[in-house]
């Protein structure tokens, strides 16, 4: 039986999806207040529960051998402490007394690089270290944004033909798309070769923040109306909260962090996955056209 946390977000309902194509036992761990039907219509077994309560992970592993740990609190949440870190050691800590088969873990590719403005990757980093110390088979995945996040705002572009740029129109990023994401995650658990690793991932393309809305103006056949939102209005905003609340000062660092960062993943590492895994990763134009139905 898997464990699936964060069974209800982008890639987590997605791990689920795929267990449950492949006939596999999964359990989805989902809190009361969300939007879980659909994992139970698939054939889920939904656990009711919440990440920050140690009692309801214990519950929750019963008869479990695999975990894929896809849960996360929002960028500048106030829970981090809570849900990304305690969260997790807490998961790997049961993890280890059930003696399961193997945990799989997924980070922001940007944990590998400056950790020291932002809580989240701080806490996502101290937490792939605990796993790693922790003698459980384990596989770590570090992708770039995954695709779907773009899904909310091409759905605005859509209506309004508006888009909220933020940060460097020139900035360069690599996009990942949730479903190779959730696939990948699946078939490691089972393939000895690749416990006690770590997989960074992302579609090849390299893109600039500023060819995204083209990109959407090309599918949706209308011209972007971009409305950019520089670094330096986030950062004089992240000023003035601080006068507020020096705490929600300190968790928009995260989003600092990660606008600042350059989400590339080095060209070997996506060969490795691709090849290790045997796929070919899907482009942004692919992934938009299978859930917006545009495009040629
Ligand atoms: N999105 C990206 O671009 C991206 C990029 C790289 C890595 N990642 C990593 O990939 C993983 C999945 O990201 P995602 O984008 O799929 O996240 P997401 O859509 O925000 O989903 C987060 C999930 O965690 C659940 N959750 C939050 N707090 C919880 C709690 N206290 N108890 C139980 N469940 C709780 C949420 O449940 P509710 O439905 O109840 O809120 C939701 O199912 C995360 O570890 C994230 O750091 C994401």
Known sequence: MY????????????VVRRLIALNQPVRAFVRLRSDYDLLKQWGADIF???IEDVRDI??????????IS??????GSSRIQKIDYRGTVDLIDQAKRNGIHHFSLVSP?????DRQDSPLLKAKYEVESYLQGSGLPYTIFRPTTLMSSLLPLAERFQQTGVYFLIGNPE???QLTSPDDLARIMVAASQMNITHDQIFSLAHPTVMTRQEIPKQLGYFFNRQPFVVNIPMAAIDGARHLIGLISSDLQTEM???RTLLAYESLCPDPE????????????ESLEIFLNRYLGIGD
């Open 70 to 75: 896809c849960h996360a609190s929002k960028i």
């Open 58 to 67: 214990e519950k929750s592993y019963a008869g479990v051998n695999y975990v």
């Open 3 to 14: 464990l699936v946390t964060g069974a209800t977000g982008q890639l987590g309902r997605r």
């Open 253 to 255: 660092g995260t989003l």
């Open 48 to 50: 009711i529960g919440d």
């Open 109 to 113: 590719l940007a944990v590998g690089g």
């Open 171 to 173: 900035h360069r990023l």
């Open 270 to 281: 996506i060969e490795r996955v691709e090849k290790l895994f045997n796929i070919q990763l």
